[in-house]
């Protein structure tokens, strides 16, 4: 696994009283987005029961999408007196720079990224499992099986995900802690000490913060919970294609230390 570091343009931010919440959240939420208008929406709906309750915040942070993205992320914002956010850079953009940039707008000690496809199918049995886990101090990251909505879920679909995520947890043993982007949670000052995602990657950002992360303290593979996503990815391409795709990645960040794809193209 390569060596390589964290993001060089990462640098949190220091919000003035006028950015801030007046409350101090236990989890960020931190959402990428690129012309997401089809799932922010939902995604977003699924945490209104849960943000006061588990005292959440959402951070949006959008690469000025071209679609309804930021007026729906708007919209969310309004209703709910700022506990979810919309952030806009400007400049380059890839997902590691998102990540990063939501991140430097988080407030709270406990980051939690994901994607905007991401449903968490038991929120109450998620969140309580999160936050009691993270109050071993040691633990500095987590992720948690990943499937697809189960509503739209095939033979083929639990199979290759069964692969993936027996892939991902055997990888912990291994020493090479691989972790997907759709659940990846990580203390605030670790993730910080570390330089945040390697914004010099176009793909594999993900897998790379936890193998850095690994070195900084345990990390825990949370199997009693899980996340659905989209299958969009591998109804567009087919699963063999995808497999081809991110071990083309992964063998490029182990060998090269840099992305194989110059660009990622995301599917919409």
């Not at 000690?109 to 999160?130: E, K, S, T, W």
């Not at 936050?131 to 509503?151: C, G, M, N, R």
Request: glycine share 6%.
């Amino acid at each position: 696994m390569s060596e390589a570091g964290g993001a060089r343009n990462f640098v949190p931010i220091l919000k003035s009283s006028n950015d801030s919440p007046m409350y101090r959240p236990r989890l960020s939420i931190i959402i990428p987005t690129k012309n997401e208008g089809n799932y922010i929406d939902q995604t977003l709906a699924q945490f209104l029961d849960y943000l006061e309750k588990y005292n959440l915040e959402i951070i949006v942070s959008d690469a000025h999408s071209s679609d309804q993205t930021a007026a729906i992320v708007a919209r969310y914002a309004n209703e709910t007196d700022g506990r979810i956010r919309l952030v806009q850079n400007t400049g380059k953009q890839n997902i590691a720079i998102g990540r990063n940039f939501g991140a430097a707008h988080a407030t709270s000690d406990l980051l939690f990224h994901m994607d905007a496809d991401v449903h968490i199918p038991q929120p109450d049995r998620f969140f309580a499992l999160v936050l009691a886990k993270f109050e071993q101090t040691h633990l500095v990251a987590a992720t948690v099986p990943i499937w697809v909505y189960a509503a739209e879920s095939k033979l083929n679909d639990r199979l290759y995900h069964l692969l993936m995520n027996s892939t991902i947890r055997l990888s912990f043993t291994c020493g090479i802690y691989l972790a997907k982007g759709e659940c990846q949670l990580v203390r605030r000052n670790v993730f910080e000490k570390i330089g945040g995602y390697n914004e010099q990657l176009v793909a594999g950002e993900d897998c790379n913060l936890f193998y850095r992360l690994h070195k900084e303290g345990r990390i825990a593979y949370l199997q009693r919970i899980c996340v659905h996503h989209s299958p969009r990815r591998f109804r567009e391409y087919g699963y063999t294609q995808v497999s081809w795709i991110y071990l083309r990645e992964a063998l490029s960040l182990l060998f090269r230390g840099k992305s194989y794809a110059e660009e990622w193209t995301p599917v919409r």
